[in-house]
């Protein structure tokens, strides 16, 4: 995700608006920032959680980006206004009953698992709100899981019918992150 989001921002010459939703920790929102050290690009990390949004502060103090890179406690994109420029999102995408099995739901709580039904619900409500928040070029990047391809794709293309809408595999060679590029 880092990696895309780099490769369609480095060439831009204009201010970029940025949010890292479900930032947790906020290590994609801080290596984004960290990599391109200019006020040009500045960014909101929401999360829902109290706890994340702590440790996301003290990381984004430790990389010195508290004057581009902003935690705000937020359901999804409801916090913010438009026109965002690049959204990365990493929201719980594991379906209900696959993630009380998974060993990983021992140690993290199950807010920051569990997807719903299918595991797309969080992202459906996130589309839908990002579909009348986007700048005319933007680009919106989803880590989703490989089950969700086909879902990921059809909804997406029905929010964003004049955008590309693309699957791009991880390197294990499994379909986990959804590219919507408006130009």
Request: with cysteine; aromatic share 8%.
């Amino acid at each position: 995700m880092v990696e895309q989001a780099i490769e369609w921002a480095k060439d831009r010459l204009m201010p970029i608006r940025f949010a890292d939703v479900g930032t947790g920790c906020g290590c994609i929102a801080i290596s984004l920032l960290n990599y391109f050290k200019t006020a040009l690009f500045t960014g909101a990390a929401i999360d829902i959680s109290d706890a994340a949004l702590r440790v996301a502060r003290r990381n984004i103090d430790q990389y010195r980006l508290n004057e581009v890179l902003f935690p705000i406690r937020g359901n999804l994109t409801e916090c913010l206004s438009s026109p965002l420029d690049l959204v990365c999102a990493n929201l719980p995408y594991i379906p209900s009953e696959r993630c009380r099995s998974l060993d990983v739901a021992q140690n993290e709580p199950l807010l920051a698992l569990d997807g719903g039904d299918d595991g797309f619900d969080l992202y459906r409500m996130l589309l839908r709100d990002l579909a009348g928040k986007m700048a005319k070029e933007s680009l919106i990047l989803c880590e989703i899981d490989f089950s969700q391809k086909r879902e990921a794709l059809s909804f997406s293309r029905q929010l964003f019918p004049d955008a590309s809408v693309t699957i791009k595999e991880d390197y294990a060679g499994l379909s986990r992150l959804l590219m919507i590029r408006k130009s």
